[in-house]
């Protein structure tokens, strides 16, 4: 089915599926989340509404009877959470098995390369984060992907399409192939071998095939492709209800292709995921439909970003506007402060505290590691990189090996907790950055507390090491009127 034709019409619909931690940290289970309605919590309630319908979306005829179910996933692009795949594995194990079958027949479909594509581990907004947590975030979302869907991954979501050269650098480092971005974040474009830029604008920006962008700070001038997506046709789907009918939707895809253009063009088209059955009821329905009968029917081929690029590399180039994002129109205010996207008419003056109290933190956590942990590894920061694999296997015996190759000293048990503690620490002061904590109004509401949770599980551990003192004091000093909340709702989860 849909094999792609001969012809010079593809389309590329990428979903971005994603639910922050809602694991309590000193658990590990999800909290019942009442505002999740009948649902047990969020993740529950999405499951139902968006992941699972769109693994097998029935399509129905007007007498509404089944007429077939079509895996969505074998004919998007997709990326999932890592911490999300976690939840969906031990929950919905046949979904979830399906997700890696959709990446395998896809990549059968279109020559070697699937549907799925990796994500940074913890959504932090990357261009924000310090370097070595950029680093860290992008080896634990490969190591995550490679162990999900056994292959490489040829690009890596960046949350919130946030983005500056330093956080492309670090893709090309890990020898990713493209990025997916906004329109409005290319500053300006030209062809290769052209000398004059042209300043680009969301509104005029060709979107119909791939940028390259060069590192030019390097010596090798190391470039990556960059997809900028069909900006009015994502926001028609993510805001307009444009997949409640296929037929509409294929027009308006078809209606994106030049009849008179020769050459091939890609239209793209990138949304939150959970647009599909969760934002917008039955849409993943209109997808299946689109996907299996309008788009065959108009010649139009649904492929992904991987496979279009490797049969056309770019003849453009791009530089992109530095730390910009796809939900902010004021570069990253969103989540640093100074700016009311998502403010709902509430006030967003903890949002600059919030990321400065985290980022003291930050510092201050890692210091505590590196005191605690000189004696027992060479370089605790590739340690750090490293314990991915213990996430991915937890077994006794994988932690042992993992002791055992890494540590500089004898494993005792007491030097193993030490290490595995500080690790623990770690993986929590990367967690409290998740990007929703700043998205919307309110740090009372259940992202900004489980960011707060999460730092306060690290606070704890660090502390336990006799190594830290006033940790909390200086921290909750930062964090100003987010005080009350942290210890009403995130400190006093620690006490149970
Ligand atoms: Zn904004």
């Not at 509409?248 to 239209?267: K, M, N, W, Y």
């Not at 849409?283 to 496979?307: D, Q, T, W």
């Amino acid at each position: 089915m849909m094999a792609p034709t001969p012809e010079n019409r593809f389309v590329c619909i990428h979903g971005h599926f994603y639910q922050p931690p809602r694991e309590d940290p000193w658990t590990g289970r999800v909290p019942r989340q009442p505002s999740a309605g009948e649902d047990h919590d969020w993740n529950a309630r999405i499951a139902r509404e968006c992941y699972i319908p769109n693994a097998r979306a029935r399509i129905a005829n007007g007498r509404n009877e089944t007429l077939a179910y079509v895996n969505n996933y074998a004919f998007l692009s997709f990326n999932f959470g890592p911490t999300l795949l976690n939840w969906l594995a031990a929950e919905h194990p046949e979904d979830y098995k399906r997700l890696l079958t959709a990446d395998r027949e896809s990549g059968v479909r279109l020559e070697g390369h699937g549907n799925a594509i990796a994500q940074a581990y913890s959504h932090m907004i990357l261009p924000l984060a310090g370097a070595r947590d950029q680093v860290t975030q992008v080896r634990w979302g490969i190591a995550d992907f490679r162990a999900r869907f056994h292959r490489d991954p040829e690009a890596l979501w960046l949350p919130e399409t946030a983005v500056d050269s330093g956080t492309l650098r670090v893709l090309i480092d890990h020898g990713l192939k493209y990025a997916i971005l906004a329109p409005s974040q290319a500053k300006r474009a030209r062809r290769i071998g052209e000398s004059k830029w042209t300043d680009a604008a969301a509104s005029t920006l060709d979107t119909g095939h791939p940028y390259r962008w060069t590192d030019r700070a390097s010596k090798a001038q190391r470039s990556i492709a960059l997809f900028f997506y069909d900006g009015e046709l994502s926001q028609a789907v993510a805001f307009g209800k444009l997949m409640a009918s296929s037929e509409t939707a294929a027009e308006r895809i078809g209606e994106a292709f030049d009849p008179a253009q020769r050459h091939s063009r890609l239209v793209s088209i990138a949304t939150d995921g959970e647009t599909y059955g969760h934002h917008d009821k039955f849409a993943e329905m209109g997808l299946a439909h689109l996907l299996k009968y309008e788009l065959p029917a108009r010649r139009i081929s649904p492929v992904n970003f991987g496979y279009h690029l490797a049969k056309h590399r770019p003849t453009w180039e791009a530089e992109i506007r530095e730390n910009t994002a796809w939900s902010c129109a004021h570069g990253l205010a969103r989540w640093e402060g100074g700016c009311d996207c998502g403010s709902e008419g509430r006030s967003t003056q903890w949002r600059a505290p919030l990321r400065e109290a985290l980022d003291w933190l930050r510092d201050q956590l890692a210091a505590v590691a590196e005191a605690e942990t000189h004696r027992l590894v060479r370089d605790f920061w590739e340690v750090r990189d490293d314990y991915i694999d213990v996430l991915l296997d937890p077994s006794a015996e994988n932690v042992d090996l993992f002791c055992r190759r890494r540590m500089i000293v004898d494993p005792t048990p007491e030097t193993k907790r030490a290490l595995l503690r500080i690790l623990e620490c770690q993986k929590f002061a990367m967690f409290m950055y998740t990007s929703c904590g700043w998205f919307f109004s309110d740090i009372g509401g259940l992202e900004a507390v489980q960011n707060l949770k999460y730092a306060a599980r690290a606070v704890e551990l660090a502390e336990e090491t006799g190594l830290a003192d006033g940790l909390e004091a200086g921290f909750l000093k930062r964090l100003k009127a987010g005080e009350a909340v942290y210890r009403r709702l995130a400190r006093t989860a620690a006490a149970r």
